[in-house]
């Protein structure tokens, strides 16, 4: 979905900018008309307001009261601007509650209403803490449909201690398929560039997910666990990262 005011900010910048004019358009005075409506032979045809307003003298725009229908006066390109700086983050909020609502009509009484993405880096590239905060930061920045309440992680364990596997978990609430999801994420990542080797997605309970996401795990999971806490702080990387907020 795009966003107008962002799409063709020049073109509603030349409408905002615009000077509202008052509609008129030609007609036969009474006078100059039959008894059955036709014109008479020399009628004339004489301009007439087209909203009563004008006519009766209450218009603003007559008046000179509202240059147009959004400023009392001539705007400054600056005011433009603004008002469609506003109009934008309005379309941009829209659309995050149309989202909400969709999934909560698709997944409003499924308890598999999440997913679990996970990213694998390849361990031997040296610089895993820089590369997985771009990998983050180019997700939040794409504002992708499929993402919704999601949040990241970063870990260089997590299946146990002594292995290194570094990757990214997101957590999701679920709105696109599996297979979609994991397609895009491949075209995205799976690029020198992102050293990603793989991506795997399963759909779960959001809660399930979101509580592995955070950490919550078991037996030598959890010990992996407590040294990636350990590894993102030597290497300032966040605990979580809020994909959509
Ligand atoms: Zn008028
Ligand atoms: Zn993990």
């Not at 979905?1 to 063709?8: A, G, V």
């Not at 409003?108 to 031997?124: E, F, P, R, S, V």
């Not at 771009?134 to 990241?152: G, R, T």
């Amino acid at each position: 979905m795009i966003n107008p005011f962002e799409t063709y900010p020049q073109t509603f910048a030349a409408i905002l900018r615009k000077k509202h004019t008052c509609e008129t358009i030609m007609l036969y005075a009474d006078e100059d008309r039959e008894p059955n409506g036709e014109p008479k032979l020399n009628a004339r045809l004489q301009e007439h307001w087209v909203e009563e307003a004008c006519a009766y003298g209450q218009c603003e725009y007559c008046h000179g009261w509202q240059y147009n229908e959004w400023f009392q006066e001539k705007p400054t390109d600056s005011e433009v601007q603004e008002l469609i700086l506003k109009q934008q983050i309005k379309v941009d909020l829209a659309k995050k509650v149309k989202r909400k609502k969709y999934n909560e009509l698709i997944n409003g009484a499924d308890k598999n209403n999440g997913q679990l993405i996970t990213l694998c880096i390849d361990k031997d590239y040296k610089q895993v803490p820089k590369l997985a905060e771009e990998i983050i930061s180019v997700i939040i920045k794409a504002d992708y449909d499929c993402l919704l309440d999601a949040q990241a992680t970063i870990e260089l364990y997590g299946k146990s201690e002594t292995e290194l596997l570094p990757h990214i978990h997101i957590v999701t609430k679920k709105l696109k398929p599996d297979g979609a999801v994991a397609q895009l994420f491949r075209r995205k990542f799976r690029k020198d560039k992102y050293q990603v080797y793989r991506v795997d997605v399963k759909t779960l309970p959001y809660e399930s997910a979101e509580a592995y996401v955070m950490g919550e795990k078991e037996g030598a999971k959890l010990a992996a666990t407590a040294k990636d806490k350990a590894y993102r702080l030597n290497n300032s990387l966040q605990d979580i990262y809020d994909l959509t907020a």
